[in-house]
């Protein structure tokens, strides 16, 4: 078969430039006037349709529409535990579910508005009832749109990123565009505290994702004028720049940070970043990705990094120098593309847009085509991102809201 990335070049390169100290904005008053929060849990409930249903998880021809006489039952079952609708703003404006995050049996969506103007949302859904999930918390930006989040374990503090109009940002910054990155402290109950809120501008117009390691935030910044951010957790000022136009994700690497870019050539490139020192570890693909303003996720697991790369499907690649490093790809022929990835242990779960969810196994070394394939589509738009914590796996549809779903194993 074709292999769409055959090699990787390791490369060596790097640039930091030092990004202006900003100003942190705290000023809870102006903060009224842009966050609005909805905590009636009766008036929340109505987005939320409790379903416990198992779904029909068929196995699909395979490869290339290529059936496979092996094909083998899935293992697992899925239930869909429920159906979350999005936020609604403006009276009729349905905003688009961006990224999930799950913590301690606590499930964190982000949204924002598609075009112009810019709007976004937070929810806080409760997962401690495994049958019933609860919208407890919702938090809305009128003028922000909410792209990407991260929670840390003991749920004292949510970070987001995102961007607004440059003429609303507050900021006079060279290099600033409308990218921000915020954090919420978080109460006793995980629930979001308004009166410790704060934020920072970044370069570029928008933040694309982020993560945590140790006492740092990394945040992927474009498109143009970006690049990937060092936040400093405590003084939540940037500390570097790795500057790259189209910085998609980041993502924690064994002990690094690894990022997603595509570059001039709409090629996909990684990097394992490292800001401290005089190298940077780049590895470039041969083929390009479409779209080039999609989803592009990435997600670090068992010592492989597995990335949705649109309409190239997902790879997976050992970044540990020996050998070649892909070792699992999937591709499919369908009506869409791959938007996004998340595994665990058994299983790779692909949101493959209007396609819905796609499920392979890991692929037996030296093979890098998974054996078993399935398909399971919601009816409920476009998935877009899908997220795991091995107990439940959260299917991400755009406009369409959620499915939450449970995994039982058999």
């Known amino acids: 078969m074709k292999k769409m990335i055959p090699y990787f070049a390791l490369v060596t390169a790097i640039l930091i430039i030092a990004v202006q100290a900003c100003s942190v904005l705290t000023d809870s008053s102006s903060l009224s006037e842009r966050i609005a929060v909805e905590t009636d849990t009766a008036e929340l409930s109505k987005r939320v349709q409790v379903v416990n249903s198992p779904v029909d998880i068929v196995p699909y021809p395979g490869l290339h529409d290529k059936a496979k006489a092996d094909q083998k039952p899935f293992e697992r079952e899925l239930i869909l535990v429920a159906n979350v609708s999005s936020p609604i703003i403006d ?16 499930l964190y969506v982000s949204y924002h508005r598609y075009g112009n103007p ?69 109460d006793r109950d995980g629930a979001f505290d308004f009166g410790r809120y704060r934020e920072t501008p970044l370069p570029s117009y928008s933040g694309n994702a982020l993560v945590e390691k140790a006492q740092t935030l990394y945040v992927a910044v474009g498109a143009t004028g970006g690049g990937y951010v060092e936040i400093d957790k405590e003084t939540f000022s940037p500390g570097g720049t790795l500057a790259y136009e189209n910085a998609k994700y980041v993502e924690r690497h064994n002990s690094d940070i690894i990022g997603l870019r595509l570059d001039q050539n709409h090629l996909p490139v990684f990097e394992i970043l490292d800001f401290s020192g005089n ?48 070792v699992y790809e999937f591709a499919v022929n369908g009506n869409d593309v791959a ?9 790779v779960y692909i949101a493959h847009g209007t396609d819905g969810l796609f499920v392979t196994t890991h692929p037996v070394s030296p093979n890098k085509e998974p054996e078993e394939v399935y398909r399971w589509n919601s009816g409920m738009g476009s998935a877009n991102f899908v ?19 449970r995994i039982e194993k058999m």
Do not use: C
């Open 118 to 186: 810019y709007a976004g949302a937070i929810d806080l859904i409760d997962l401690g009832d495994p049958t019933e999930p609860r919208l407890v918390s919702s938090v809305t930006f009128t003028d922000t749109d909410i792209n990407g989040l991260e929670v840390d374990n003991n749920r004292k503090k949510l970070w987001v990123t995102g961007g607004r109009s440059v003429n609303q940002s507050g900021y006079d910054t060279e290099g600033h565009l409308g990218a921000i990155v915020g954090e919420f402290e978080m």
């Open 91 to 106: 009276g009729n404006y349905t905003l688009s579910a961006t990224a999930v995050d799950i913590a301690a049996k606590t």
């Open 387 to 405: 997220k795991t914590d091995g107990q439940f796996l959260i299917v991400a549809n755009g406009v369409d809201g959620l499915n939450v779903l």
């Open 279 to 326: 190298e940077l570890q780049q590895y470039a693909g041969s083929e390009g990705v479409a779209p080039q303003d999609g989803k592009n996720v990435v997600e670090h697991f068992a010592g492989v990094t597995y990335g949705a790369l649109g309409n190239r499907g997902v790879k997976g690649f050992r970044f540990d120098g020996r050998g070649d490093p892909l």
């Open 339 to 347: 938007n996004g990835v998340t595994v665990d242990g058994r299983y």
